[in-house]
């Protein structure tokens, strides 16, 4: 499994509109194959809002981006609001942990 990181520099006071753009998106990500959890993250000083993707493998992750559903997701983009550039960083999971896991050692542990 990959981590996709998309750091989004916004304007002051814009943070809300653009997380509220992805409460409102039409969901093109979410049925994509390969694609297995998004969370949209804010900052406390609301200069920065943070999507982390999250990927079956890179080869899901790149048909995603070279597709059609890609371009509708990202038709109406983040113009007047950012600051600059959103920064992309990719992640391969290596320990993944979930609830009722102990600590001793015995997470999942994905290697590449």
């Known amino acids: 499994m990959i981590a996709v990181m998309n750091s989004l520099p916004v304007k002051e006071g814009a ?15 979410q049925n994509f194959p390969g ?13 920065e809002v943070l999507v982390i993707t999250r990927w079956r493998d890179r080869g899901a992750f790149d048909a995603w981006v070279n597709s059609e ?3 509708k997701a ?31 050692g015995q997470g999942s542990q994905k290697r590449a």
């Open 74 to 104: 990202h038709g109406r983009g983040g113009e007047g609001l950012l600051t600059g550039h959103p920064k992309m960083s990719l992640y391969e999971v290596a320990v993944e942990r979930e609830p009722g896991i102990s600590d001793t």
């Open 15 to 29: 943070a809300g509109e653009i997380i509220e753009r992805f409460q409102k998106s039409q969901g093109h990500v």
């Open 69 to 71: 559903a890609f371009g």
């Open 35 to 47: 694609f297995v959890s998004m969370e949209v993250l804010s900052s406390e000083d609301a200069h």
